[in-house]
């Protein structure tokens, strides 16, 4: 068992509130240059970006996890991160079907940049990403368990679509075991008592990315990147 510093909810320049200088690149890099073991990219209700990140973290000897931010009916942010690519690319073609269509406005709420590896811009999504997905917060989560990822109520003690803002509580019938919120010091949300807890940064800017000392960590098995990728979805899942 090792200890891993980590930062589980970054957006990139797809993310239309997230920053033009969020590469996926960048966030790689920025990551193992504080001090990150493992880092995820969620970008709002898709993926597009994650198999550059992926490819980015493992030049820079990162372990990269794919996920996305998801926006229930509901207004409620859900985290939902997957062990493979291939899996968390499956969930976005989902989720793709279940997206209210508006046209993004760039000059309103930023660029939405798809991007490789290398720091080039391979197209720019038209349609907004930010917005309410059709998909109920029962739904969105029943879908990530279907393409073998794990759902997480995400920055439960932030007012902006969080579960407690927007519900109330947590809903017993989720099922959820895990709880992301964006300070260790904050109190069990209502309905997530027991829980396991996670503290990321929801970063939408470079500065705001965790680095070695201000990371949360966890204690996993594992020495490849694959390996380490397994075993923190499990710990997720289990809640323990």
Same mark, same amino acid.
Request: glycine share 8%; with cysteine; hydrophobic share 40%.
């Given at each position: 068992?090792?200890? *891993? &510093?980590?930062?589980?909810?970054?957006?990139?320049? %797809?993310?239309?509130?997230?920053?033009?200088?969020?590469?996926?690149?960048?966030?790689?890099?920025?990551?193992?240059?504080?001090?990150?073991?493992?880092?995820?990219?969620?970008?709002?209700?898709?993926?597009?970006?994650?198999?550059?990140? %992926?490819?980015?973290?493992?030049? *820079?000897?990162?372990?990269?996890?794919?996920?996305?931010?998801?926006?229930?009916?509901?207004?409620?942010?859900?985290?939902?991160?997957?062990?493979? %690519?291939?899996?968390?690319?499956?969930?976005?073609?989902?989720?793709?079907?279940?997206?209210?269509?508006?046209?993004? +406005?760039?000059?309103?709420?930023?660029?939405?940049?798809?991007?490789?590896?290398?720091?080039?811009?391979?197209?720019?999504?038209?349609?907004?990403?930010?917005?309410?997905?059709?998909?109920?917060?029962?739904?969105?989560?029943?879908?990530? &368990?279907?393409?073998?990822?794990?759902?997480?109520?995400?920055?439960?003690?932030?007012?902006?679509?969080?579960?407690?803002?927007?519900?109330?509580?947590?809903?017993?019938?989720?099922?959820?075991?895990?709880?992301? *919120?964006?300070?260790? *010091?904050?109190?069990?949300?209502?309905?997530?008592?027991?829980?396991? +807890?996670?503290?990321?940064?929801?970063?939408?800017?470079?500065?705001?990315? &965790?680095?070695?000392?201000?990371?949360?960590?966890?204690? %996993?098995?594992?020495?490849?990147?694959?390996?380490? &990728?397994?075993?923190?979805? +499990? +710990?997720?899942?289990?809640?323990?």
């Amino acid at each position: 068992m090792k200890t *891993y &510093r980590y930062d589980l909810h970054i957006h990139s320049c %797809l993310s239309p509130c997230g920053d033009d200088e969020m590469t996926p690149a960048t966030i790689a890099g920025l990551a193992a240059l504080g001090g990150l073991d493992i880092a995820a990219l969620t970008d709002h209700n898709t993926c597009g970006n994650c198999a550059a990140f %992926l490819r980015a973290c493992e030049a *820079y000897g990162v372990v990269g996890i794919p996920g996305m931010e998801l926006t229930t009916a509901e207004d409620v942010h859900l985290l939902c991160l997957f062990s493979a %690519l291939d899996d968390a690319l499956g969930f976005s073609d989902a989720v793709a079907a279940q997206r209210v269509r508006i046209a993004n +406005r760039p000059d309103i709420f930023g660029h939405q940049y798809y991007m490789n590896e290398d720091d080039g811009i391979t197209g720019e999504e038209p349609d907004l990403l930010i917005n309410a997905t059709e998909l109920t917060l029962s739904d969105a989560a029943s879908l990530a &368990r279907a393409f073998r990822g794990v759902p997480i109520p995400a920055h439960a003690d932030k007012v902006s679509n969080g579960i407690v803002t927007m519900l109330g509580s947590l809903p017993a019938d989720c099922g959820f075991k895990t709880v992301e *919120y964006t300070t260790e *010091y904050a109190p069990d949300a209502p309905g997530a008592e027991g829980l396991f +807890r996670i503290c990321d940064s929801d970063a939408h800017y470079p500065q705001d990315i &965790r680095d070695g000392e201000s990371a949360s960590f966890m204690r %996993l098995p594992g020495e490849t990147a694959d390996e380490i &990728r397994a075993a923190l979805l +499990r +710990r997720l899942e289990e809640g323990k």
